[in-house]
């Protein structure tokens, strides 16, 4: 094959076109309404099929003529070396790590850098920790967990209902949100250390579901579909940020001026505290003998078992240890809301979490974070879109995975070396079955 | 005669009405290659994931000696029975291939690690001899790597390793649990002669304990096809056909028996006629 | 005994709608192995589809009689299945052979995108529709319970009855269904054997696609009103029905339905409404805690 065959495409680019025409024709161009009468009717849109089917028709050909381009190029020197990306992405992701540190540590400092942003790079922080928990889960340990924002949940209720009913302070709560959510993975666990794969991954979907229905309709604990409000916001180690300033607050031991953004200021470095303990936990425990195991338990569970290796107790350790995150995590959110409902924890938060996880690269710290700095930060990028955000975003997700079904990190970083460093090609890393 | 390491007493295997193994009953002595052999069908394979717990028996016992004490396998586990020092290699190679060589070496002496590691906690905030136990292990993993002639390989995925190596690479995994049994599933498979040459050497220096340094002796009890194989190393062969047992002795009263040479030239297979193997 | 019979008619009818998605579901996962994350919002594009189709037959004034009902079928199984072959070919067909978790991302992706757009392009609105078949027919009475059975009930049952018989001759007793059958077991092997695996799956995304409409229109014409976002709770609903009954089993995939539609209506009608999913999904997770595979799942044996 060398070069464009027009023929071909043309036809290629006529069918698309019909078939654009089948999609487009009675779902965009025929928009049903209801009339004031309460009955439906129908309004006609047809240009804007017109420009719908043009632009696949178009966008076809392109398709093909860069196609044929880029085969030809390929054709006179070999470019399509498989690994080449990845040796870049891997160089890339060693100097990367340091530089987002760093740019993470002094974000609030540069010029420029206001409360919106701010806010921005908590989302993305708390994207970033609960895509390191879920990491443990399913990039180390294999198992398939379509349910962790139900952790996320437990971690956030926790904290609202010691909060309210006992008056514990964020300080204690954390900690307490943290081990109980911990329990909850571990109680989930149990029942699915059977199950494998598409198994585990429907069961623990639906363990998502039931914990998320039940803060819905456990009305007089959690307020239903009100939610909880009032959530006590976490002060500086007993000195809380009020406008007031004068003694006995931030500000006022501090002697500044007091000023809405100390607060957001405060929270950030906290969700930044608690992403790096995720990061730097998950990083120790790769390179220790339970981190091991799971990796072990991903790559073969029948060989881990026929070594002594006790399959009950390592894969409740990763739901255990990856929930605990999640708390944690939940219970930030909490105090950083102020307002927890069940409506943010619903199954498109474990979509979008597990999209990070699998986008980063399995296993990869620095891969989960990208992907969530350009999945969060990209759907905030968009925001002026309104209801075509959503649409962006779930095509992008179809579009990365196309390109690269391995995700941006593919390689796994080898946890300990006899004598030289060699990153392990993702052609030979499993997935894991459970 | 040596003091028995396992003895089987009349192991029975059903799946469904089907009655794989029937009522064998054979002893691996410390020190020995006990080699398991028979015709395809004959219910090796069963006979040896029911001693390495992947199967659990329909009736009998199998009893572990170890320092004059008894462990009745067909109690425990899967894992445990790892534990009470049973190893195992399996017939399609079950390395862990994105992992390297060593890395999977270090995987099999989880137990060991694990409790130096205070069960991770400890080895997280720093504390606990940890650090000393995992430079031990990586020692030992290196001699068994040297031993297995995959040093030059210790940083490469276990993946990506060629076939013979990957086998030796099992059997060093497997010696770096510590077992007293080494169980190996068809460890000739696949080898051409100069490996399967180079394995048998390697069996032996296990069994001897001079495999690695500091390594004690290892019991070993393997099935195999491979009659070149089986009578050069084996000082003991059990022969089951059709789920029973129906001869047990050394290689060359086993050749002998007209009812083995019967079970082989019955099945017509003659890659394993037992005649045309011997040297 | 009336209130159970009743609850009984209601739960079949459920029950169907969940069996034809799940089928839909279970024959891309013997295909290919992949959860179709999408297909329930392929069943609310098919609901959608038969919405506009009426709207514009109403209009028409020729929405009469069973000839309108199967017009509207037909014309919301073509459409749906072209939707079910062109995400296959965009989103699946590139990561085949993949890694698995891709195609599952790309399945989760594809389903945002089908509700966004159906979001955009049919407005976010509830789509209230009057009902198509009215009036039905009491099967007893008790004291003063009347047990009612629909004409639209009958209709489901029967739509999905012989839609069924129909797919099922085809899977058994046609080249095509031998075809995707090998595909199903050995996928290599059945293309050394000079199948064309890439149009087997096309096809069965296609029907799968096609069964997932008819579901879809079932539920407008019972249910009345349906919005953008009807595609996630019943393809999970449905996806644990194909899970319960033992994913990649036909007759499995109908049987967990069946149970599906029955727990959660029976359930509500005893116990309370607000806990029908808690239900469903417990009850999912205890049968596979216990039957790993579902009820008429092949047990999966691990050769070591």
């Not at chain 3, 469903?280 to 805690?289: E, K, P, Q, S, Y």
């Amino acid at each position: 094959m060398k070069g464009l065959d027009p023929q071909a495409a043309l036809k290629d680019m006529l069918l698309a076109g019909l078939v654009a025409l089948g999609l487009f024709a009675p779902l965009v161009g025929l928009r049903t309404d209801v009339s004031p009468t309460g009955a439906l009717f129908i309004r006609t849109r047809w240009t804007d099929v017109a420009i719908i089917v043009g632009l696949v028709m178009a966008g076809r050909l392109a398709m093909h003529i860069f196609l044929a381009r880029r085969e030809a190029r390929a054709a006179m020197a070999d470019l399509s070396k498989p690994g080449r990306f990845a040796t870049q992405a891997a160089f890339l992701a060693r100097i990367l790590g340091p530089v987002l540190l760093g740019v993470a540590l002094l974000l609030p400092a540069i010029p420029g850098i206001g409360r919106y942003e701010l806010d921005l790079g908590i989302l993305v922080l708390t994207y970033i920790m609960l895509g390191w928990g879920l990491n443990i889960v399913v990039g180390l340990a294999g198992l398939l967990d379509l349910g962790y924002v139900a952790f996320y949940a437990v971690g956030a209720y926790s904290y609202a209902l010691l909060a309210q009913y006992f008056g514990f302070s964020f300080w204690l709560c954390l900690p307490l949100a943290g081990i109980l959510a911990a329990f909850w993975g571990i109680l989930l666990g149990f029942p699915v250390l059977r199950l494998r794969g598409d198994y585990l991954a429907i069961v623990t979907l639906a363990f998502g579901e039931i914990i998320r229905i039940v803060l819905l309709n456990w009305v007089s604990l959690t307020g239903g579909s009100n939610g909880i409000s009032g959530i006590p916001r976490p002060s500086f180690f007993g000195l809380p940020f009020s406008m007031e300033g004068g003694p006995g607050t931030f500000a006022g031991f501090f002697g500044i001026e007091p000023s809405p953004v100390h607060r957001v200021i405060f929270l950030y470095y906290l969700i930044l505290a608690l992403a790096m303990l995720t990061n730097w936990v998950s990083i120790r425990i790769r390179k220790q003998p339970l981190g091991r195991a799971w990796e072990a338990m991903r790559e073969d569970e029948i060989a881990c078992r026929s070594l002594g290796i006790n399959i009950r107790n390592t894969k409740l350790s990763a739901f255990m240890i990856g929930a605990m995150f999640g708390g944690f995590a939940g219970a930030f959110f909490a105090t950083r809301q102020g307002f927890i409902s069940p409506e943010s924890f619903t199954f498109i938060e474990s979509a979008i979490i597990l999209a990070i996880v699998v986008l980063g690269g399995l296993g990869s710290q620095i891969g989960v974070a990208i992907a969530a700095i350009v999945m969060i930060g990209g759907f905030e990028l968009f925001r002026d879109l309104e209801e075509w955000r959503m649409l962006v975003f779930g095509a992008a997700m179809v579009l990365i995975m196309v390109w690269r079904p391995r995700g941006l990190v593919g390689s796994r970083q080898p946890t300990v070396v006899l004598r030289e460093r060699r990153r392990i090609g993702s052609e030979h890393v499993a997935e894991g079955r459970g | 005669m040596a003091a028995p390491i396992l003895e089987v007493d009349a192991l029975s295997m059903r799946f469904g009405g089907l009655k794989a193994v029937d009522e064998v009953s054979f002893t691996a002595h410390a020190g020995d290659i006990t080699a398991v052999i028979g015709p395809n069908g004959a219910g090796k394979t069963t006979v040896f994931n029911c001693i390495t717990g992947f199967y659990r028996p329909t009736s009998g016992r199998l009893r572990l000696h170890r320092d004059g004490r008894a462990t009745e396998l067909q109690k425990l586990q899967g894992h445990d029975i790892a534990r009470a020092g049973i190893a195992r290699t399996f017939q399609n190679i079950r390395l862990f291939p994105g992992m390297t060589a060593l890395e999977n070496l270090l995987v099999a002496q989880h137990r060991p690690l694990m409790r130096a590691s205070g069960f991770a906690i400890g080895a997280i905030l720093g504390l606990s001899g940890y650090p000393a136990a995992e430079r031990a292990a990586i020692a030992r993993a290196t001699r068994w790597l040297e031993a297995t002639g995959l040093i030059e390989r210790a940083d490469d995925p276990a993946g990506a390793l060629p076939y013979g190596q990957q086998r030796r690479l099992e059997i060093a995994r497997a010696m770096c649990t510590s077992p007293l049994l080494l169980c190996l599933d068809e460890p000739a498979a696949g080898l051409n002669p100069r490996e399967s040459v180079d394995l048998a050497r390697l069996l032996r220096a296990i069994r001897d304990g001079e495999a690695a340094e500091g390594e004690p002796p290892c019991s070993l009890l393997l099935i195999e096809h491979d009659m070149g194989v089986v009578m050069g190393i084996s000082d003991r062969v059990v022969v089951l056909d059709h789920g029973k047992k129906i001869a047990d002795g050394t290689p060359a009263e086993v050749r002998a028996d007209p009812r083995v040479i019967a079970a082989y030239l019955g099945e017509g297979d003659e890659d394993e006629v037992p005649a045309e193997a011997a040297p | 005994m009336a209130y159970a019979l009743q609850q009984l008619i209601n739960g079949v009818a459920l029950g169907m709608i969940y069996g034809l998605i799940a089928v839909g579901y279970t024959m891309v996962y013997g295909i290919i192995g992949m959860i179709n994350f999408a297909h329930g919002d392929i069943f609310m594009v098919g609901a959608f589809v038969a919405l506009i189709t009426i709207v514009l037959l109403l209009s028409g004034g020729i929405m009469e009689g069973p000839g309108a009902i199967m017009l509207v079928l037909l014309v919301s199984m073509c459409v749906t299945a072209l939707y079910g072959w062109t995400v296959e070919r965009v989103a699946y067909r590139p990561l085949r052979g993949s890694f698995r978790l891709a195609p599952l991302i790309s399945a989760i992706g594809m389903s945002i995108v089908l509700q966004n757009y159906v979001q955009v392009a049919q407005g976010a609105r509830v789509k209230p529709l009057e009902p198509i078949v009215p009036g039905g027919f009491t099967v007893m009475t008790e004291g003063t319970f009347v047990v009612q059975v629909s004409w639209m009930q009958l209709v489901i049952v029967l739509v999905t009855l012989a839609v069924l018989a129909v797919f099922t001759w085809l899977v058994t007793r046609t080249a095509l269904g031998r075809s995707m059958r090998a595909c199903e077991q050995d996928r290599r092997m059945a293309q050394l054997l000079g199948i064309n695996t890439d149009r087997v799956i096309s096809i069965t995304f296609v029907i799968g696609a096609a069964l997932a409409s008819v579901a879809g229109m079932m539920y407008l014409l019972r249910y009345g009103v349906i919005d953008f976002y009807i595609g996630f709770l019943a393809g999970v609903k449905a996806f644990t029905a194909a899970v319960l009954g033992g994913i990649g089993s036909l007759p499995g995939a109908v049987l967990g339905g069946l149970l599906i539609g029955l727990i959660e209506t029976f359930w509500s009608a005893y116990f309370s409404v607000a806990y029908k999913d808690v239900a469903t999904f417990a009850i999912l997770a205890i049968v596979l805690i216990f039957m790993p595979t579902g009820l008429l799942g092949r047990a999966e044996v691990e050769k070591v």
